[in-house]
């Protein structure tokens, strides 16, 4: 038996962008995803602090630096720019495994990473 826990968590990043006429996806600054070891293309729930939606997307790599937090396609209906958003992602793997995993969670600042 395997379950699901939580891989990877970006807690509390600002969304910079709404762009309805993409395909689908979240853009998200490459340094954002490294921090918690999410890779591109990876699945992604995404909960919005100001309005409570939930939903899932996948991931496009954005400018490195950049603090780029682009909702794309029907997923930009979903939040406004400026919204406070986590982004989450899950592993599945036995519960032995889970007891001793730890995610790996980031706090960024106005969407940067601080490697102080």
């Known amino acids: 038996m395997t379950i699901e826990v939580l891989k990877s968590k970006l807690h509390c990043v600002q969304v910079t962008e709404a762009n309805l006429n993409y395909m ?12 918690v070891g999410i890779i591109p293309g ?14 899932d997307t996948y991931t496009i790599k954005g400018e490195r630096g950049s603090g780029c937090v682009c909702l794309n396609g029907a997923a930009a209906r979903k939040v406004q720019v400026g919204d406070t958003i986590i982004i989450m992602a899950y592993a599945r793997m036995s519960p ?19 490697n102080k």
Not at 42 to 55: K, L, M, P, Q, S
Not at 96 to 112: G, L, M, V, W
């Open 42 to 55: 990876e699945r992604v729930f995404i909960v919005d602090n100001n309005n409570g939606e939930r939903f």
């Open 96 to 114: 032995e495994e889970a007891i001793e995993f730890t995610p790996r969670i980031a706090f960024p600042e106005n969407n940067r990473i601080n």
């Open 24 to 35: 689908g996806s979240i853009t998200l600054d490459m340094d954002l995803m490294d921090a």
